[in-house]
């Protein structure tokens, strides 16, 4: 099997061609699934981080996603002349298959606020990250979104912003206010956590 | 950045510190107001708890396995042990618990088993249809079993060269298990002979056949085998084996009750045919097609066909399961509209609509080989006098034994010939039917 872990992500993306159509040489099959699978297990988390916070609150509905990006993410792979961040692209494709996905089926999210309360009875790490998770149900999806690619994904504003099709100071306001907001969602809790802490 | 001294734009000041765009000029004002307000300290402590937080959610971070499974089954890619990615954080008992928890593991078996529905569902569809109309075509023709073993098949299907399809059902193919039905398989149907190698396991399964063939209609598996097993031979060729185990069964056992009165006496006709070299056509498929197919061209003249119009005789060797190569011949009839200029001038516009014989070599693949219902893909690169031709067909073929195959199609041709040294083409759209004989 091929060792492609010292291979940029450029690198990996034409490797992944079955043709010369582009003028590149044309991998073999293993080469082609051997530069995938580093592909993969390079962005697969944060492309799994915002199918799950920032598309869907179906894990289902997230799972599908997750896997039809990559599977277009490939096939993408055969026509695209040249590709300067990867990441960027496997999320941009990500997020235009949730917009098509939410224009056929838009999901509401109520939130319960007893279970809020239930969930935050102990005051671990995995509390709070229910607690902020649920919080991020309640923000506006373009805020949500922001926020998941900038604190799950590490992408800078600047990548947020070509992401998301809007400028970069909109980009680092959505972050800011959706960072505001959590925090103001958490707030009780928050402040419970400060005296255990 | 400015940013004007209110509480608002510290925190925006908070942000893009935590956020590591904080520029060093603005800093100083930051941890200046940092020493002076309780409420942004707290509000920094509280964003750097929700940045660790968020950071040992591990359930966004960590793909499940079955999705990368599904990936890469999707691409035609085989799944390997470590396909499942490695959470960048440490799992804690709970989030491990989160991860193995009923409603993700439910979504991990709907994922698969959608997965393996999508790719598995067509072929089942396939395989159930074959078997149904099998079943159905051998039930009304009240010989389950005549054509099979008649001409050989029977044992080239279930065990000729491993045998470890004896007991099977015959997979999609279609084809009726081996037990318990033969008893209904063709009382008073006359035993022809049929080629089988010369080892004792086929012997054995030809004695069953043939004895079972003569057996009551409501004989079972059974009673096949008492039947075989009571031979008055038996111990005689049992006796011959093992004093030379070299001895075949059929020579051990030299004198089969052909007939229901178990005269012991074969006619000719029925004398079991030793073992056989291999026919030199064996590979070979010959078949011929007809072709019912319109001109994309509107045609204004009438076709001038010739008999016989619009048919083709093949041949293809079988290189594998799945791939035949072998050449085609036929005749069909093209509509051409073509123009060329005379020494004077004048453009004319040519329409007619001649039959020509074509020829090429052909390569066929078929999809579902085993299976009574395949579907195919058939392509031709030929010729014909005046230019080059092209043929594509996708259909599906129907085999009611592995000798015989019908099929029909979908299939387009064109035509390529030239004219003043402009290239034209006579494109065509229509259906094929034929039938094909697998030697």
């Known amino acids: ?197 | 950045m400015n940013y004007e001294q209110s509480s608002d734009n510290f925190t925006e000041l908070l942000y893009d510190f935590l956020d590591g765009a904080l520029a060093p000029e603005n800093e100083t004002r930051l941890f200046a107001a940092l020493t002076q307000d309780a409420d942004l300290r707290a509000e920094l402590k509280e964003q750097l708890h929700i940045n660790a937080t968020i950071q040992t959610d591990e359930y966004a971070f960590t793909p499940p396995a079955a999705s990368g499974e599904a990936i890469f089954a999707r691409l035609g890619f085989a799944a390997e042990a470590g396909d499942t990615i490695a959470a960048p954080i440490l799992a804690s008992p709970a989030s491990t618990a989160a991860l193995t928890s009923p409603a993700l593991t439910g979504v991990s078996l709907a994922a698969r088993a959608g997965i393996a529905f999508r790719r598995g569902s067509s072929l089942v569809l396939v395989a159930l249809l074959s078997s149904l109309l099998t079943a159905w075509l051998l039930r009304s023709s009240g010989n389950g079993y005549g054509g099979d073993i008649n001409n050989g098949d029977f044992l080239s299907r279930f065990g000729n060269s491993s045998g470890n399809g004896y007991s099977g059902n015959g997979g999609s193919s279609g084809a009726p298990p081996f037990h318990g039905s033969f008893a209904e398989s063709g009382a008073g149907t006359s035993p022809q002979p049929f080629v089988i190698a010369d080892t004792v396991f086929q012997t054995v399964i030809k004695s069953v056949i043939i004895r079972q063939e003569q057996a009551p209609s409501n004989a079972t598996m059974a009673t096949a085998y008492q039947t075989l097993t009571s031979l008055p031979e038996a111990p005689q060729a049992e006796q011959a084996l093992s004093t030379n185990p070299q001895t075949s069964l059929s020579a051990a056992l030299p004198k089969v009750p052909w007939t229901q009165d178990s005269t012991h006496t074969p006619t000719p006709a029925q004398t079991p045919a030793v073992q056989q070299a291999p026919s030199p056509l064996t590979g070979i498929t010959i078949g011929a097609r007809g072709m019912v197919s319109r001109s994309i061209i509107w045609a204004s003249v009438p076709a001038k066909e010739t008999f016989p119009s619009n048919a083709a005789l093949y041949a293809l060797y079988s290189l594998s399961t799945h791939h035949s190569i072998g050449v085609e011949f036929g005749q069909e009839s093209f509509f051409q509209r073509y123009y060329f200029t005379n020494p004077q001038g004048v453009e004319f516009r040519v329409e007619q609509h001649p039959t020509f014989v074509w020829g090429g070599l052909a390569y066929r693949y078929t999809m579902l080989p085993e299976s009574t219902f395949s579907p195919f893909a058939h392509v031709v690169a030929g010729a014909t006098q005046i230019g080059g031709l092209g043929r594509g067909m996708v259909g599906v073929s129907y085999s009611p034994d592995a000798r015989t195959q019908f099929h029909l199609g979908a299939e387009a041709a064109s035509l390529f010939y030239q004219s003043d040294g402009v290239w034209f083409m006579s494109p065509k759209l229509g259906v094929s039917y034929g039938v094909s004989i697998k030697f």
């Open chain 1, 1 to 197: 099997m091929f060792n492609y872990s010292n291979r940029s992500d450029e690198e990996l993306f034409l490797l992944l061609r079955s043709s010369t159509a582009l003028g590149s040489q044309a991998s073999s099959s293993a080469e082609r699934e051997a530069a995938f699978r580093e592909l993969y297990a390079r962005h697969g988390k944060r492309v799994h981080a915002y199918c799950v916070r920032a598309v869907s609150s179906s894990a289902q509905e997230a799972e599908d996603i997750f896997q039809e990006t990559f599977v277009r993410f490939f096939n993408a792979a055969q026509t695209e002349r040249t590709m300067t961040n990867v990441p960027a692209f496997l999320l941009r494709i990500a997020r235009n298959l949730c917009l098509n996905h939410k224009r056929d089926s838009r999901p509401t999210y109520v939130l319960n606020d007893d279970d809020l309360h239930h969930k935050a009875q102990e005051y671990g790490t995995t509390e709070l990250l229910h607690l902020i998770t649920t919080a991020l149900e309640l923000l506006e999806d373009d805020q949500r979104e922001a926020f998941v690619l900038r604190k799950y994904d590490g992408c800078s504003f600047q990548e947020i912003a070509e992401i998301t099709n809007t400028t970069e100071n909109n980009a680092r306001s959505r972050v800011h206010r959706a960072q505001a907001k959590i925090r103001s969602i958490l707030a009780p809790y928050l402040a419970d956590i400060d005296q255990h802490l």
